[in-house]
């Protein structure tokens, strides 16, 4: 029984590890300056994109490419800036985290 409840643990664990990793890489990469999961900071929360684009095929890379060389017009007229200094491989790490949230 022990065994059970301790192997629950860890699965549940190891589930939403991915989600803490993928905030921290947010931090890092400066993104949560102006954006937050559940709330709108500067731009819209995480969650507000991750609806918006729902069963857009095309979203991944429609988002990387806005998240890399900025954009204004899709949320309001408050400027999102370019973000050079995060390589393609995190921002495709935080696309489809923020794809991925409900």
Do not use: F
Not at 6 to 21: D, R
Not at 54 to 60: E, Q, T, Y
Not at 77 to 90: E, R, S
């Amino acid at each position: 029984m022990k065994t059970s409840i301790a192997l629950a643990a860890l699965a549940a664990a190891l589930a939403v590890a991915p989600a803490w990793a993928d905030e921290a890489l947010a931090a890092k990469s400066g993104c949560l300056a102006c954006h937050a999961v559940d709330k709108k900071v500067v731009g819209p929360s995480y969650k507000e994109v991750a609806n918006k684009y729902r069963g857009d095929k095309s979203a991944p890379a429609k988002l990387e490419k806005k998240v890399k060389e900025g954009g204004v017009g899709v949320w309001g007229q408050i400027p999102m800036p370019p973000n050079t200094q995060v390589n393609d491989a995190d921002i495709k790490k935080l696309v489809a985290w923020v794809l991925s949230l409900k």
